[in-house]
């Protein structure tokens, strides 16, 4: 069977074919949202995130043959720990990753490295923040922005009650916080930069699955300042854009008896 970490709406489309094929696999998720759907479709799920050794552990139980990585492009630790999970269990390693978007240069835009370099890039900027990288990092943000005279932080998440009590506890009042579920459309970010008179809007650039082109061309189109921040540098290996490539290498690569292995 296959290990597979499974982060996005595509990599759900992804564990779907692979399993239509008659590729047996067991999907790593974080939450139980993104569990449900997947065993609407019919795949075997585990829920939680993972260390190494809980990686290992599961490979060595389940007598998986591979693990395949289409956890979200700005999931690092999730990914390293995958491949040191991969590389300890001895199996292969293949990483499946959405597109990046083709954002050209623009005066309004800023690259970034990372969460930090975001914030301080927004706190130069001042004015109205919206930030659109969900509840993770959110504590990055807060401590560099929040309560800053001349800065008004508005965060957009998904409606959890976690991402809710984190928000309380972080101090960010209610009227900042648009709790949404995605994907967003060009007109609909327009009408909340509109609302709230955002000045910078700041996104991760996870590629077109992340509606990035939506919120970028939003922005520019009225004037609002977008800092991008760039995905992690991480050294895959090989990483396979289209279902069908990733499908062709698991095949060359791992002998098929091995995937139907008993669990």
Same mark, same amino acid.
């Given at each position: 069977?296959?290990?597979?970490?499974?982060?996005?709406?595509?990599?759900?489309?992804?564990?779907?074919?692979?399993?239509?094929?008659?590729?047996?696999?067991?999907?790593?998720?974080?939450?139980?949202?993104?569990?449900?759907?997947?065993?609407?479709?019919?795949?075997?799920?585990?829920?939680?995130?993972?260390?190494?050794?809980?990686?290992?552990?599961?490979?060595?139980?389940?007598?998986?043959?591979?693990?395949?990585?289409?956890?979200?492009?700005?999931?690092?630790?999730?990914?390293?720990?995958?491949?040191?999970?991969?590389?300890?269990?001895?199996?292969?390693?293949?990483?499946?990753?959405?597109?990046?978007? =083709?954002?050209?240069?623009? &005066?309004? /835009?800023? !690259?970034? #490295?990372? $969460?930090?370099? @975001?914030?301080?890039?927004?706190?130069?900027?001042?004015?109205?923040?919206?930030?659109?990288?969900?509840?993770?990092?959110?504590?990055?943000?807060?401590?560099?922005?929040?309560?800053?005279?001349?800065?008004?932080?508005?965060?957009?998440?998904?409606?959890?009650?976690?991402?809710?009590?984190?928000?309380?506890?972080?101090?960010?009042?209610?009227?900042?916080?648009?709790?949404?579920?995605?994907?967003?459309?060009?007109?609909?970010?327009?009408?909340?930069?509109?609302?709230?008179?955002?000045?910078?809007?700041?996104?991760?650039?996870?590629?077109?699955?992340?509606?990035?082109?939506?919120?970028?061309?939003?922005?520019?189109?009225?004037?609002?300042?977008? =800092?991008?921040?760039?995905? &992690?540098? /991480?050294? !895959?290996? #090989?990483? $396979?854009?289209? @279902?069908?490539?990733?499908?062709?290498?698991?095949?060359?690569?791992?002998?098929?008896?091995?995937?139907?292995?008993?669990?």
């Amino acid at each position: 069977m296959i290990f597979f970490l499974a982060g996005t709406s595509d990599a759900r489309e992804l564990a779907v074919k692979l399993q239509a094929q008659g590729y047996p696999l067991l999907a790593s998720v974080v939450t139980e949202s993104a569990a449900e759907s997947l065993r609407e479709a019919g795949l075997a799920v585990t829920v939680g995130r993972k260390t190494s050794d809980e990686m290992i552990e599961l490979i060595h139980h389940e007598q998986a043959a591979a693990i395949v990585d289409a956890s979200h492009p700005f999931a690092e630790i999730a990914s390293q720990n995958a491949i040191q999970a991969a590389a300890a269990a001895e199996i292969p390693y293949f990483r499946y990753e959405r597109p990046g978007s =083709i954002l050209s240069d623009h &005066p309004l /835009i800023t !690259y970034v #490295r990372d $969460y930090r370099e @975001a914030a301080e890039a927004a706190l130069q900027r001042k004015g109205t923040i919206f930030l659109t990288t969900g509840s993770k990092t959110l504590p990055i943000f807060v401590e560099v922005l929040n309560g800053v005279e001349g800065i008004r932080l508005i965060a957009r998440m998904l409606p959890t009650e976690d991402n809710m009590r984190k928000c309380a506890e972080l101090g960010i009042p209610q009227k900042n916080i648009v709790a949404m579920q995605g994907p967003f459309s060009e007109e609909l970010n327009a009408a909340f930069y509109r609302h709230y008179g955002v000045t910078t809007v700041i996104t991760k650039e996870s590629g077109a699955e992340g509606s990035v082109q939506e919120k970028v061309k939003a922005a520019l189109d009225n004037g609002v300042h977008v =800092i991008v921040i760039c995905r &992690p540098g /991480i050294d !895959y290996g #090989r990483v $396979y854009e289209a @279902a069908d490539d990733l499908i062709r290498a698991i095949k060359e690569a791992v002998p098929h008896e091995h995937l139907h292995a008993q669990r």
